[in-house]
């Protein structure tokens, strides 16, 4: 009987890589304007894939757009698969929420053109998160498509991939990647040559027929595909070749007998998984890591509840997260990419978080705005009732009770006296009610008199009213205009104000309190001999010798290890002659901050490290002198350190890690992904094709032997021993986060690691990341056998601060409030929809749980927005299951 062999057409479509955007947009414009008239003339070519993703449709359609009737029409008819996706992401270096949205906006579009292609068509992401299959199966699909990451366990082409929770998808599984069918010959015997050394190569594997991917990076239609079939059909019996959809092959590929694979697929056992991008190009990462946050936990909860419904700013989200979603690109957000095209990936981030921020002002003066006190403030956008340490402003001079005095400034008068004929050129300078950051101009008195004119600013820390200052520089100029020779005597007032800092709260979930004076309800931060610092929790002392510091006796931390890089953007690879720098010639130690509230040390560390590596030499050379700057914060009720390592990077071709002592060795990891904790062991599969590297990314946090490291996109890490590699040794000792890498290269070949290209070879000067650098992380230990902490409470507690609004006191609401409460499960997402809130929450642990929304009612739908059940007040959530609540408005 003739093998079937499922031919599908297609191209994958990089939106931006190793050429930018447009650059590919002027390719895919001519690729669509051939292939849409190609469909309609020739029945023969049946069929084509748009790469699962809906950018190529509104890319194309943003300069032709004429052409949409003609793909709505080929849609309709079967002709030209859609979707599901927007963009196909990478997925373990963004947050779930936006691999959701991703997926919604992918449906949304694709249901203007007469739906989804339904297959989770993920043909070429970096490896795919544990959850998968749950998000698939949450979105109406039971098929996937996935190329890398599949461990050598799985010996057939078809295997069921099974999510924590449960939830389970087939995929078919692509042994030599999406590009198997490519370059069709238009030779129906070479065709056939190709399929017969095609199934040689991986008969062992298949189930049924052969799935023959004709297509790969920016291909460009095949004119003749119609004809070489037919004429491969009629010269031959082994084969049975024929054009079809993807969703129509792997919707009849067989389901018996396959085997089973739970959580994520990482394995390089055949296919590379490129694990180095999650640390190239650190400054992408920090800034997904920023908007998502600003996005997620802060601008969308605080618009969805302080924001009157009808105020709810729909248009400006949405382009904010479409921003967000384009980024996703898994060549983009993994800035395995010319620098232009990272240039514009970091743009779109920055437009994106300007958004955010400018939304969330709004909110926050809404808040402001309603409350009937005066004074400061406290907003919470998190789910959880929470204290914090905060700054603010507060008028009057003096200490504080409970308070921490950071700066004074006296009550101020400034004065100065010009003629009439002086004062244009001093009008010019006035463009704002501004005068510094903490002076601002509220009222402006001018009192003309016989011997000339008064003029007084009234002015305070904080903006209180409004001026109009085109006006009052219009009168003032009048008068200097008919006073040329009088004097103008201008006197500036300000009372006086403190800057401190103070603990605060706690303020109640997705609520406020009110600030008032209080003394510290927790013993406060102390400084330790000239080292160190205390708070009763925790004990922080700093090595002089070499700039390492100790948690509660634990020595070791933040020990900086610098390393050659003769890798890519894809990965690291050491140099054949490798020097290792891990000591500083100079460490200088000071205390900036002893308390009572907040503590802080500054370390400061010189450095000399190689300057780059002489490639023909394999080795690296010549030296630069480097200086660290680390900031160590203790706060006053807190078991957490925080800390923030500042250099200026002037080397090239290298890594720098923090290495980090676990108060226990450890054989394993616990690291944040989607919608999950996924725990990892020693060893990575390598294969012949990306040697076994045991780093990881972790989206926030990262846990392991009592140790909790937190960060903010500094994505990798690897469990280490000194004595050699963990997996040899049995055990790790220490975890090492990568701080940034620099490499020269989009891609390299006959590196150590990595033997074949992954991309052209071309030189990219921006992911040296050479300049300064403000990297954020945080450290929690547990010793003795204590209890983790909560490390989604940790990590909302040290980046996502409370926020401070001041009150006008004009409003009804009392000083404390709260106005939602979700309890039980993690908060993915709070957000309007047309009806209601909407709020999607997750269970990270292997034990069911009870999702309480107290005093509210609705549904739960899957993420096509379909009804599944109602609720009323609560509802259960299983082990690692998530689930989207519509709430009804009341």
Known sequence: MARTVAIVPHTHWDREWYSPFQTFRLRLVDLLDELLPRLEADPSYAHFLLDGQMAVVDDYLAVQPEAEDTMRRLAASGRLAMGPWYILMDEFLVSAETIVRDL???????????????????????????????????????????????????DRTGFWWEAPDGSTVRAE???????????????????????????????????????????????????????????????QDDYHLVVMPLADYVCRAPTEGLPRWKGELRS???????????????????????VERALEDRTEPLCALFLPAERWPEALLREAWLQVIRNAAHDSICACSVDDTVDAVLHRFNEARHI??????????????????????????????????????????????????????ASDVWEM???????????????????????????????PGEDGVDITLHADYRLRDHVLVEEVKAEVAALASERPDQPFRIRMVQPPHRKVVARAGPVPAYGWARWEPAELDVEPVRAVGDHGLANGLV???????????????????????????????????????????????????????????RGRLRVRRTYRWPHRIVFSERARSGERVVEVTTTIELRAGEEVVRVTTALDNTCEDHRLRTWLPLPAPATASRAECAFAVVERGLEHEGGPTEKPLPTYPSRRFVQAGGLTVLHEGLLEYELVHPDGPAAEVGEATHLALTLLRATAMLSRVEMTMRPLPAGPPLPTRGSQVLGPHELRWAVHVARDGATAPDPYALVDDVFLPLDVVRAAGLGTAPERGSMLSVEGAEVSALRRRPGGLEVRVFNPTDEAATVRIEGRRGWLVDLRDRPLEPFEGSF????????????TDT
């Not at 003629?419 to 509220?442: C, E, H, K, P, V």
């Not at 050659?564 to 490798?578: A, C, I, L, M």
């Not at 259960?876 to 709430?887: D, S, V």
């Open 104 to 154: 919604q906006l992918g449906l949304e579009r694709a249901a203007a053109f007469g739906g989804a292609m339904e297959v989770g068509y993920l043909p070429d992401m970096f490896g795919h998160v544990a959850q998968m299959p749950q998000i698939l199966r949450q979105g109406g699909f039971e098929h996937a498509v996935v190329w890398r990451g599949v461990p050598e366990e799985i």
């Open 539 to 597: 004990t922080v002392e700093v090595d002089p010798a070499d700039g390492t510091f100790a948690v509660d006796g634990l020595t070791g931390f933040d020990r900086l290890v610098d390393d050659g890089d003769v890798g890519d953007t894809y990965n690291w690879s050491p140099p054949e002659h490798q020097t290792v720098v891990d000591a500083p010639e100079a460490v200088a130690v000071e205390v900036l901050e002893s308390g009572p509230v």
């Open 356 to 409: 955010a921020d400018g939304l969330a002002a709004r909110a926050l003066d809404m808040v402001a705005a309603v409350m009937a006190h005066e004074g400061p403030t406290l907003v919470n956008s998190t789910q959880r009732e929470r204290a914090g340490v905060v700054e603010l402003i507060v008028p009057g001079s003096g200490p504080i009770p409970g308070a921490q005095l950071l700066s004074e400034r």
């Open 268 to 290: 390089g056992a055949r296919t590379p998984v490129l694990m180095g991008v999650a640390s190239n190009r650190v400054d992408v990462k920090q800034a997904a890591a920023r």
């Open 417 to 447: 006296t010009v003629t009439g004929s002086d004062l244009a050129g001093l009008l010019t300078q006035i463009r704002s009610q501004q005068f510094d950051d903490t002076t601002y101009i509220n009222a402006v008195d001018v009192e």
């Open 173 to 235: 599984y692509l042994p030599l990647g999406y590009g198997n069918g490519a370059s069709l010959p238009d030779d129906a015997k070479d065709l056939i040559r190709r399929v017969a050394a095609f199934e040689d190569e991986v008969g062992h594997m298949l189930l049924d027929g052969i799935l023959w991917m004709n297509g790969t990076d920016h291909q460009v239609p095949q004119p003749w595909l119609g004809r070489v079939v037919a004429e491969a059909n009629e010269i």
């Open 876 to 887: 259960e959530l299983g082990p690692w299951a998530f689930a989207t609540a519509r709430l």
